[in-house]
Every structure is written in C-alpha cells, then in structure tokens.
C-alpha cells in the first residue's frame, strides 16, 4: 500500500505542475478510489488514498494553484447496490470515508470564499481608483469636481 501512496503522491505533484507551468490550465482528479474487492481490503486503505488526493488538491488550490477539485469514481445510496462495482461510496456503510468527503468540500468552499473576498476587493479598489481619478479634474469631464450649488 506505501508503493501505491507513494506513487499516487508523485503521479499528482507531476500533474499539478505540469498543469499549472506547462500548459497552464487548472487540473481536476477524476474517477479514484480504491476498490474493496481487491484481495485483503482494509477501509483504511481507501481513506489512505482519498486523504492523499485531498491532501494534494487543497495544498494546491489555498495557494492558487491549478488543482481545483477531486471527482471519485460515485457516490451510492440505498436501493443503488446494483451498480456498485466495488470503487462506490455507500453513504450508510462507508461513514469514515463519507466524513472525508465532506471535510474536502467544507475546505475547498472555504478557499472559494476567501478568493471571492480577495477578487471583490480588488474589484473595490479598482472602481474607487477609476471613480477618484474622474473627480480630480482634467480631462475626465465634468466639471472638474466642483460642487455646482443652487
């Protein structure tokens, strides 16, 4: 299992930095997991690696980097057992790695709004900045910013 985290740590740190210098573009982890129909599976594992791609894609999203999210392979619910295939996540049976899954979304959602702030912000500043420069006189028009009383 330490080879496969191992693995997984350096196939995404190469992804992440490849998408983000190279071409670019923001990265999205699609369809992972870990299978309890592999041979000696332990819930643990699965929680292993979905702590890992979480680890790496918050690391790099509270930083702006390219890593914007992690899609696992699907989420079941009762009266869904026919399409289970051994990588879903039963929402009644599988509450550690449900807990996991709920941490990443309330972080990431975090990040989004401190980057929303931070946007608005610069937003504010950028209209107050164009709004003083119209009232200093000029050739912004007006009338220079004098107040014409009755």
């Given at each position: 299992?330490?080879?496969q985290?191992?693995?997984?740590?350096?196939?995404?740190?190469?992804h992440?930095?490849d998408?983000?210098?190279?071409i670019?573009?923001?990265i999205l982890?699609a369809?992972?997991?870990?299978?309890f129909r592999?041979?000696?599976?332990?819930?643990?594992?699965?929680?292993?690696?979905?702590?890992?791609?979480y680890?790496k894609?918050?690391?790099s999203?509270?930083r702006g980097?390219a890593a914007g999210?992690?899609?696992?392979?699907?989420?079941l619910?009762?009266g869904?057992e026919?399409?289970?295939?051994?990588?879903?996540?039963?929402?009644g049976q599988?509450?550690s790695?449900?807990?996991?899954?709920?941490?990443?979304?309330r972080?990431l959602?975090l990040?989004?709004?401190?980057?929303?702030?931070?946007?608005?912000?610069?937003?504010?500043?950028?209209?107050?900045?164009?709004?003083g420069?119209g009232?200093?006189?000029?050739?912004?028009?007006?009338?220079?910013?004098s107040?014409?009383?009755?």
């Open positions: 299992m330490q080879y985290l191992s693995f997984l740590n350096n196939w995404l740190s190469a992440f930095t998408a983000q210098y190279a670019r573009k923001p982890v369809e992972f997991g870990k299978s592999g041979s000696g599976y332990e819930a643990y594992e699965r929680d292993e690696v979905f702590n890992a791609v680890y894609v918050y690391a999203a509270k980097g999210g992690a899609l696992f392979w699907q989420l619910t009762g869904m026919s399409f289970q295939d051994g990588y879903g996540i039963m929402l599988s509450s790695t449900a807990d996991l899954i709920a941490r990443q979304s972080k959602y990040i989004r709004k401190i980057f929303a702030k931070v946007a608005n912000m610069r937003r504010w500043r950028r209209a107050r900045s164009r709004a420069r009232f200093s006189g000029g050739s912004g028009g007006g009338n220079g910013g107040h014409v009383g009755n």
